[in-house]
């Protein structure tokens, strides 16, 4: 099995470009199953998840294809199956988003459910009750969910917490059902925005994405269009604690600096100087981490995805962190790993309490999700010796040429097979 071996590196140097957003890249493929007109897409990252969605569609029936690295064009005109099997879905939870758009486009959908995850039990019943609130049948057994519905019928939905997929599922779901769709404590992740313009250009009519309220009146049909996902605001965040952690002094293209605020508050709290321009950030790093509490929260407070590379940081400031997940149930799989090089970090419930140390050592550690497996690298960079990082796989979901990109920057990382 592959490996991702780091070594303690100098501070990094230089620049990084950002690729496009996984959490955007997903949602919209998926949407491109309402069209019946070829929709391309721009600033694709290459990434596994995007292969796996890419499968998905294609079991579908639909003629997708990459062109260059990054543009895939995607014809939805004959889907031909409605079934998303098991095998497929096993690989990546974020493909239960076809289920709004088949339900839309054909009136049913069977979909094998998405099963457990390192992070948490993940649930789908906010997806499901905005289903059946639009008028479709659900059925659960044997594994999968089937839904029906002659015509969705435009709803008022309450989300009891603010799911990212949930929203996304339920507003691609609305956007041919008949009459108006409100969905209320709605997700506000620049992703559901990036979604709502992408089906917006393919003539839906969606308002207010981007707050708690979004208004879908339901239209006839939806056809081409051409669009470019926004840069991946957790990988450019990934790069930011890459410097702060080095001591480094990197500029981060290709971000819209409002997507990352939360983000960039913490570190200018921790004593990282961070300067703001208009499509990049620089990443200044030269009077040592101070520690800094942390609490996890739907977007616009601090990304659960950036939690685990944040604790990475947090092991070797100055003082002690609290971080508090509030989103995942069980978000601190990356403890122990990082516990094996040296941090020094106690869980209590939902709060990991973090001593910062100058003493993190290489180790042979696993990445049990994808950003436990950022934040191992993270941490590898200041580690004495060498660290070997196993299941990669992980990593491979959702970080674009990552060896490539930090060791651009001067890191010492490689890949061994
Ligand atoms: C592909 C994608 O975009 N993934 C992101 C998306 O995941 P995802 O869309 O799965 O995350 P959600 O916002 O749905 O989940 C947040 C919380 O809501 C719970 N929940 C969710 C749905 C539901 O029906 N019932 C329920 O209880 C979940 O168990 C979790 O505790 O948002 C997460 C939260 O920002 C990010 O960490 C993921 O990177
Ligand atoms: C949890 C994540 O993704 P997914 O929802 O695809 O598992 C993530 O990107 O950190």
Redesign the pocket.
């Known amino acids: 099995m592959p490996k991702i071996i780091v070594e303690k590196s100098p501070a990094l140097k230089g620049s990084v470009k950002v690729s496009g957003a ?2 955007s890249t ?1 949602p919209i493929i998926a949407a491109s199953l309402l069209s019946q007109e070829t929709c391309t897409l721009e600033d694709i990252p290459a990434l596994d ?1 995007v292969d796996v969605i890419s499968e998905v569609l294609a079991a579908l029936g639909v003629d997708i294809n990459r062109h260059n690295k990054n543009i895939l064009e995607i014809n939805s005109s004959k889907i031909t199956n409605i079934e998303a099997p098991y095998e497929l879905m096993r690989k ?3 493909s239960f988003l076809v289920m709004g758009p088949l339900l839309a486009r054909m009136g049913k959908a069977r979909i094998s459910l998405p099963g457990g ?1 390192a ?1 948490g039990t993940r649930p789908i019943d906010l997806h499901l009750k905005g289903f059946k609130a639009l008028g479709a049948n659900i059925e659960v057994g044997h594994g999968y969910v089937e839904a029906y519905a002659d015509k969705l019928i435009g709803d008022k939905i309450y989300l009891d917490f603010p799911s990212v ?1 949930a929203t996304e599922n339920i507003m691609m779901a609305a956007t041919m059902a008949k009459g108006e769709t409100i969905i209320e404590n709605a997700a506000m992740e620049p992703e559901i925005v990036d979604l709502a313009n992408f089906l917006n250009k393919m003539g839906a009519d969606i308002k207010g994405a981007g707050t708690n309220n979004i208004r879908i009146k339901g239209v006839t049909e939806l056809g081409k269009t051409r669009h470019s996902v926004i840069p991946d605001r ?1 990988e450019a965040g990934t790069y930011m604690i890459a410097a702060a952690i080095t001591g480094g002094d990197v500029l981060i293209e290709n971000v819209i600096p409002s997507h990352i605020k939360p983000i960039i508050a913490k570190l200018i709290e921790a004593g990282i100087d961070v300067e703001e321009k208009e499509d990049s950030v620089r990443v200044i790093a030269k009077n040592g981490i101070k520690s800094v509490d942390i609490k996890t929260l739907p977007y616009p407070g601090f990304p ?2 950036m939690q685990s590379q944040f604790m990475a940081l947090m092991s070797i400031a100055n003082g002690t962190s609290v971080m508090i997940e509030t989103v995942f149930e069980n978000r601190f799989m990356h403890v122990d790993e990082l516990k094996r090089m040296g941090a020094n970090i106690k869980i209590d419930g939902r709060s990991a309490i973090i001593q910062g140390t100058d003493k993190m050592m290489g180790a042979p550690v696993k990445a049990t ?3 436990a497996g950022a934040a191992l690298i993270l941490a590898g960079l200041v580690s004495e010796g060498h660290t070997e990082i196993s299941d990669i796989y992980h990593i491979d ?2 970080y674009t040429d990552i060896e490539q990109k930090l060791s651009n920057m001067g890191a010492k990382i490689y890949r061994v097979e």
Do not use: E, S
């Open positions: 996984k959490n997903l998840d990546m939870r974020a995850c992070i997929g957790i659960t995805d999700d994808l950003r979901r959702g």
